[in-house]
Structures are given as C-alpha cells and as structure tokens.
C-alpha cells in the first residue's frame, strides 16, 4: 500500500485502513482506541481539522498535527447533470486528475469511483483508453474520493442524497492496483469508515484471472466483469486484454469466484454496440456463456455512450429491445442501464479526467483524429 507523505514529511491518514491506523497510533506511543476515535471524525463526521475533534485529548491533537494531516482530493469542477446525476474532477499529485460521478436514484445513490490515473488496457470503446495512463491512485486518493462526495452531498442517513452504493467503475482497472483498492474498499465497509455492506461496493474487472482469485481470497465485496462480446475474436477486438486471458479462462475464474463465495452472484457488464456486438448471433453467445456459470449471474446491458473520435455508434432502440428479449426468454436475469449524465460527459466509459500520459496514447488517439478529419475533407 503507498502512503501518501507531504514534503514536511507528514503522512495522510486517508492512507490508513482501521488496522493500519491502529499501528500507527502504536507508533506515535498512543493507545489503539485513540485510533478508532480519530477515524470516527474522519469518516462520520467527515472532519479534517484535528482541532475540531473535541473528545480527543490537545496533547494528541497536538502530536497530529505535527506528524500526519487528513488530506482529500483537491476539488477542481463541481457539475451536475439535468438528471441529477454529479460529476466531481479531482486533482491529484503531479497535475493530475480523475473523475468521480454520484447518480441518484429514488431508492439509493451510487457514487462511482476512480482507482487509476487513466488506464493501461486499451479497451477500444472507451474514452478513458484514449487518454493514457499515468499511475496507480494511492488508498488516500481511492478513498478521498468518497470522502469528498460524501461531504458535498451530505452524507446523513435520512437525507435522500447520500452514498449508499460505491462501484469501482471510473477510471482505471481496479485489479492492476490491489492493495491500494483493497484498503480503499476495507474503509468503504468499516462501520467506522462509511459503513457500507459488503454487497454494496462493487469492483469491476475488465478480466484480470489471477487477481480475480486474488481477490475472491481477500475480500467479499460484489464482482462485475467487463464482458462485452462472448466470442474471443470480437472481445480482443474491444478488450485486448482478452488476448492474454481468453474467455474459457475468464469463465473458469468466475466458476471458481462463485465456488469459493456461496450464495454469490456475479454481474457481466456487456456495451451494446450498433452492428458490432448487439446481433442475435452475439445474444446465443452471451446465452451460452452465462448457462456455463452456476448460480444466478446477471448481464447489465450498457448502450453505448458515445464520445469524440470514436467510431462506434449506440444500438437503436429495437435492437437493444430485440437482444435484451432474447436473453430474458432463455431465462438470463437482465438488466438495461437507463444512461446518466451524458450531457457532461459522466455516464459509463466516458469519464477522462487529466491524465499526464505516460504511454503516448493520447497522442496516437489526436492523430487517429486528425487523420479521420482530413481523410472526410
């Protein structure tokens, strides 16, 4: 787990799950219970101030003060959608910045959350691919995030607007920055940190298979995969991941998640595409895919969200009927995601952030463009 250190050589309690704040209290020579007083502030009351926490002792604030501070994502744009939906940029050490994006809805709001600066997969049908990837967020930046939206909206029990759900479906692929994820995720769940059940927080993988069994050892939280096409050939073509870690092998790591973890249920992420991957043809496949899983799985259908550059378009409306039809009568629990926030560029596979890139990708996408452009004139 990295820990974030100012210059004044200050740590960032944000970086800390329960246990390990509680070791780093033994450090200071303070008891563990001051630990869990302090995290109380933190999370309940969302309070970065050591001065305001009052049933904490002046010698110990005093000794904070000196050695650590609570210390947030800087908020650079605060939008909000015609639905409600609320989309934050966050910016992080070295000039970059991630996008956060809290949707409500009338039972539940559901605040999805960045893990990377960027990312390194390359997925073709995502604006997040084309700017690069720049680095891992540290758990202060993962969790940071949720502290922030969670000090805008006013995260009290009975108000409307509050965080009840976390998705790990921003920027970035959760897996390739584990720890940092895991002990975000632990902080999530505490019931001195947000308090969140487990089924509540999920993490989405676009289909790392050794770090799907690494987790399902680790952690209980809900697992969604990025499927997005049943067949090798076409899901290389949108996942390239899928290259290393093909679908017979992505499927026996979801057989395997489920064995471990009864009662569970895991959730298949599919973009529907206009001519690419919304045919009848690609339903049986996503049909016999999910017959080969046991327990009751799910497919979230996801239109796709269009961005600048791409060249893929959102199915019609009868399609998406027509394929969602097709799964539901051969007895596949399915979902269609009713898109948010697209008027400000927050709704899935949209999100970009600022992203210092590291991989030159953004730079190939700009002349993929541009030779586009000129090529139509």
């Known amino acids: 787990m990295s820990i974030d250190v100012t210059d004044q050589g200050k740590v960032n309690l944000l970086d ?15 008891k563990p ?27 110990l604030r005093a000794k904070l003060e000196e050695a650590c501070y609570i210390g947030p994502p800087n908020t650079l744009l605060d939008k909000a959608a015609i639905d409600g939906t609320h989309k934050w940029l966050l910016g992080m050490d070295g000039g970059n910045a991630v996008e956060t994006v809290y949707i409500p809805e009338p ?52 108000q409307q607007r509050r965080i009840t759900n976390v998705v790990m479906m921003g920027m970035g692929e959760p897996l390739l920055n584990f720890d940092n994820v895991v002990a975000a995720m632990s902080l999530m769940r505490d019931d001195l940190g947000f308090g969140l059940a487990s089924k509540r927080v999920t993490l989405s993988t676009a289909g790392l298979v050794p770090m799907i ?5 680790v952690s209980d939280v809900s697992l969604a995969v990025s499927l997005h096409a049943a067949n090798d050939e076409l899901r290389t073509e949108l996942v390239p991941l899928n290259k290393r870690y093909p679908i017979a092998e992505l499927a026996a790591a979801c057989e395997r998640y489920i064995a471990r973890k009864p009662r569970t249920h895991i959730t298949f992420e599919y973009t529907l595409m206009k001519g690419v991957n919304d045919q009848p043809e690609h339903a049986r496949q996503l049909i016999k895919f999910m017959r080969r899983l046991p327990g009751h799985n799910k497919v979230n259908l ?19 009927h027509d394929f969602q039809t097709q799964l539901l009568s051969a007895n596949v629990l399915t979902m269609l995601r009713r898109t948010r926030g697209d008027d400000i560029d927050a709704a899935c596979g949209q999100l970009k952030g600022q992203v210092l890139d590291r991989t030159r990708r953004q730079a190939e996408f700009r002349k993929r463009l541009e030779d586009g452009v000129n090529h139509a004139a």
């Open 302 to 320: 996801i239109p796709f969200n269009p961005f600048p550059g791409t060249r893929f378009e959102r199915s019609g409306p009868d399609a998406i």
């Open 213 to 217: 069994d690494k987790l399902s050892a």
């Open 107 to 158: 039972t539940r709001g559901t605040l999805c959350v960045s893990s990377q600066v960027g990312c390194g997969l390359n997925c073709s049908f995502c604006s997040t691919a084309t700017q690069g990837f720049n680095r891992n967020l540290s758990t202060a930046e993962i969790i940071g995030q949720v502290w922030v939206a969670a000090r805008h909206l006013g995260n009290v029990p009975h």
């Open 16 to 30: 800390f799950d329960r246990q390990g704040l509680r070791d780093f209290f033994a450090q200071l020579g303070e």
């Open 33 to 59: 219970y001051r630990a869990e007083q302090v995290m109380k502030w933190i999370y309940h009351h969302l309070e970065s101030d050591f001065g305001n926490m009052t049933d904490v002792g002046k010698a």
